[in-house]
C-alpha cells in the first residue's frame, strides 16, 4: 500500500498561489487515480481534482476548473496541485488520496470510499 504525504499549505491573499505536493513511498505512482480534497468544519470532503497516473488524464471539479492544476512528477513520485487565483472560499484542509488501479472518471473520482490510501492533510487559508 502506498503511503502518501500532503504538503504545500499556507496563508496567502486572495488572487495569490500555492502549490500542494503529495509525495508517495512504499510504491511507484504509477495506474493510480490520485485525487485532491478539501475539508472545511461542519462539511463533507469535497473532491477537487483527480490525476489517472497511467493516463496523465486530469479531472477537475467545476469550481476550480482554469484555477487549479493537478500535475505529476515520475521522478519524485509525486502529484502536485497548483493553485492559482486563489479565493478565500477555496480555505480548507487539503489531502490527497489514492486508488490503485482504477482511473478517476468524471462522475467518480469525488467518492471518498474509493480510496485506499490518505494523505495526513495540509491547511490552505486564503485571506480577503
Known amino acids: 500500500e502506498v503511503q502518501l504525504q500532503a504538503s504545500g499549505g499556507g496563508l496567502v491573499q486572495a488572487g495569490g498561489s500555492l502549490r500542494l505536493s503529495c509525495a508517495a513511498s512504499?510504491?511507484?505512482?504509477?495506474?493510480?487515480?490520485v485525487a485532491w480534497f478539501r475539508q472545511v468544519p461542519g462539511k463533507e470532503r469535497e473532491g477537487v481534482s483527480c490525476?489517472?497516473?497511467?493516463?496523465?488524464?486530469?479531472y477537475y471539479a467545476d469550481s476550480v476548473k482554469g484555477r487549479f492544476t493537478v500535475s505529476m512528477d515520475n521522478a519524485k513520485n509525486a502529484v502536485y496541485l497548483q493553485m492559482n487565483s486563489l479565493k478565500p472560499e477555496d480555505t480548507a484542509v487539503y489531502y490527497c488520496?489514492?486508488?490503485?488501479?482504477?482511473?478517476?472518471?468524471?462522475?467518480?473520482?469525488?467518492?471518498?470510499?474509493?480510496?485506499?490510501?490518505w494523505g495526513q492533510g495540509t491547511l490552505v487559508t486564503v485571506s480577503s
Open positions: 488520496a489514492a486508488d490503485y488501479g482504477r482511473p478517476c472518471a468524471p462522475n467518480y473520482y469525488n467518492h471518498v470510499d474509493r480510496y485506499d490510501s
Open positions: 512504499g510504491e511507484i505512482f504509477d495506474h493510480y487515480a
Open positions: 490525476l489517472t497516473t497511467r493516463s496523465n488524464t486530469p
